[in-house]
């Protein structure tokens, strides 16, 4: 049946489109970027020389429960400068 085919169709495409809208929207680079401040300079440095899976064991040494407290509601924090990248001030 031609009209059931066509319909299927536009669906497809409906479909198609609602997923790409869902992708284009650009994720928000709104996280918070590391300081370039006396406690994470050293960071930085240790990222260009060794790579972020490197400078990423020392963060949890201050961003812990009794140090510096993460914001309520934070994401799994697995891989810190996965989503936290360095900034530049
Ligand atoms: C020596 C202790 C220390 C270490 C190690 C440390 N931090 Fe921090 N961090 C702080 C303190 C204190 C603050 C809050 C004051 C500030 O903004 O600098 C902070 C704030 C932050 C912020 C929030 C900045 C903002 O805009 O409010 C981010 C993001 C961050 N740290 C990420 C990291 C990451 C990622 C690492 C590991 C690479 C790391 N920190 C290692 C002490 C530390
Ligand atoms: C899956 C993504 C993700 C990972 C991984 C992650 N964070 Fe976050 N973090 C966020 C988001 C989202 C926020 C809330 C928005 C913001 O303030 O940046 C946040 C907030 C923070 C804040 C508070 C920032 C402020 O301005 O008050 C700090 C400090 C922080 N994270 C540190 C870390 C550290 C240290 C790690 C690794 C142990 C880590 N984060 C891993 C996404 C992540």
Same mark, same amino acid.
């Not at 509601?73 to 810190?80: E, F, L, S, T, Y």
């Given at each position: 049946m031609a009209l059931s085919l066509k319909k299927r169709d536009f669906l497809l495409v409906g479909i198609a489109i609602v997923i790409l809208a869902f992708l284009w929207?650009? &994720? &928000? $680079?709104?996280?918070s970027r590391v300081p370039y401040d006396d406690d994470h300079r050293q960071f930085h440095e240790l990222v260009k020389a060794e790579g972020k899976k490197a400078a990423e =064991?020392? /963060? $949890?040494? /201050? @961003?812990n429960a009794e140090g510096v407290a993460f914001p309520e509601? @934070? &994401? &799994? =924090?697995?891989? /810190?400068l996965f989503c936290h990248k360095m900034g530049s001030s």
């Open positions: 929207q650009a &994720p &928000p $680079e709104s996280t =064991k020392f /963060c $949890e040494d /201050c @961003h509601g @934070h &994401p &799994p =924090k697995a891989r /810190c």
